[in-house]
């Protein structure tokens, strides 16, 4: 491909690649490093589930900004009772709050375990550089940033690289997992792994987000809602969702798959099982894969966590703001969207703190997918009844093919949640 393919590539990439690269937070890091510390290649498969299944669902929240010029709480709103509109998006805020809690504590500690130093210094500093960029960056600035910042994520693939992998043990294990669950642990956590991998991949914070940022990439275009019905403008409009969707939730699944796949082959093989955050499972590779991949490692939960901050206080921002018919949006400044800005600063400094006085990081995360899973299902549930509505998507309902991979998307999550639940209390 050459260099001009590569850079209209580039361009055409988006909402899309910012909310998959967003998935593999630190949070999400220690899920995927558990899974390969503690069952190796046996839940390797997981990821080739959910691939289509993100894509599929992911594409459905873009085309539903893109179509209806709005975000997906007012879309919800046309469909759902106000008091349960309200109390999807106050759990949606909780969740994503938590999240936040964990996200910045995770980049804290690894900056610790790298140079040394207070570690409530480098939360606090991590929390107030989140909030900086997204109130006084431009919506440009900060989208280039954003994008730059899933280069970051490459430090996972280096790290598969710098380590032995036995490929042919690896493929074997994945495609027959269930002859490969350790005998000394529970079917109960097994299942459980698979839970908090789909809650992990499949998040309700990543719909909101990228909704919003195809409503605001429409609003910055002129004539874009007259342009809807040009059928040339429309179907390369839809193309570029379809590009971007599928290249960055296929990019997040191959990073996932490189943490899983570095963790087995250094950790699980090592006899060590049990990795509660992302900066252990960190510092847990130095004396196994040496100093080169302990700092990828440990770069890669830094780079993650500043992208995915901004867009998980970025998604609760905007579903409150919808919720309120408060003006919202990136591109707009402080002084026009008070409300908006607001929301990021109160749930970014809410998570600040609760990294700062140490709240437990794992305790926090079993809360943050109780909540999601609450939440997820229903989401998607209305999410679909949208994308199949005539009335609000207009000549861009979705196609019987999509249908499919939504509805299988939410009862997969339907069943997981359920699991969850079953095994949670």
């Known amino acids: 491909m050459e260099e001009r393919d590569v850079t209209r590539v580039y361009e055409r990439l988006g909402p899309g690649l910012i909310t998959g690269a967003a998935d593999d937070d ?21 990821l080739f589930l959910t691939t289509p299944l993100m894509i599929g669902i992911q594409m459905l929240s873009a085309r539903i900004g893109w179509a209806t010029g709005e975000g997906l709480t007012t ?31 995770a980049m804290g ?36 940033i954003l994008k730059w910042l899933t280069l970051g994520l490459f430090a996972y693939v280096a790290v598969v690289l710098s380590v032995s992998v036995p490929w042919r043990q690896a493929i074997l294990q994945s495609l027959q997992p269930w002859t490969h669950i350790p005998a000394n642990v529970p079917l109960s956590a ?15 914070y990543l719909f909101f987000w990228q909704a ?62 049990d990795i509660q955050t992302s900066a252990q499972a960190a510092e847990a590779l130095r004396p196994i894969a040496g100093e080169f991949a302990f700092g990828l490692f440990a770069f890669g939960i830094i780079g993650t966590g500043l992208l ?29 969207a008070r409300g908006f800005y607001l929301i990021i600063a109160v749930a970014t ?12 990081p794992i305790k926090a995360l079993v809360w943050s997918a109780i909540v999601n899973g609450i939440i997820s299902v229903p989401i998607m549930t209305v999410m679909m009844v949208i994308g199949q ?20 998307a939410t009862g997969i999550m339907a069943v997981a949640v359920a699991f969850m639940f079953a095994t949670s209390f």
């Open 26 to 46: 630190p949070s999400g890091i220690a899920t995927y490093s558990q899974a390969g510390a503690q069952f190796g290649f046996g839940l390797v498969w997981t």
């Open 75 to 105: 879309n919800i709103g046309k469909l759902c009772p106000r008091w349960l509109t309200v109390f999807l998006i106050s759990l949606l805020v909780v969740a994503n709050t938590i999240n936040i809690a964990a996200d910045i504590g």
């Open 109 to 144: 500690e690894a900056v610790r375990i790298l140079v040394g130093g207070k570690l409530a210094v480098y939360i606090i500093g991590f929390g107030a550089l989140c909030i900086a960029t997204q109130v006084f960056f431009s919506y440009e600035r900060i989208v280039r």
């Open 190 to 204: 097994y299942a459980a792994m698979i839970v908090a991998v789909l809650g992990t991949t499949i998040s309700p």
């Open 212 to 273: 919003a940022q195809e409503v605001e990439d429409n609003n910055r275009r002129p004539c874009a809602a007259e342009l809807k019905a040009d059928p040339v403008y429309a179907a390369e409009h839809l193309l570029r969702i379809k590009e971007d969707t599928f290249i960055g939730m296929g990019f997040s699944n191959i990073i996932a798959l490189c943490i899983v796949v570095a963790t087995a082959v250094t950790l699980n093989q090592q006899g060590i099982t």
């Open 308 to 336: 995915a901050v901004p867009v998980l206080a970025g998604s609760a921002a905007y579903a409150v703001s919808e919720l309120f018919g408060w003006k919202a949006g990136l591109s707009h400044g402080f002084r026009e």
């Open 349 to 360: 400094v809410v998570g600040t703190l609760m990294s700062v006085f140490e709240v437990d």
């Open 389 to 408: 509505s005539k009335s609000l998507m207009g000549n861009y309902t979705i196609s019987a093919r999509h249908r499919v991979f939504g509805w299988a």
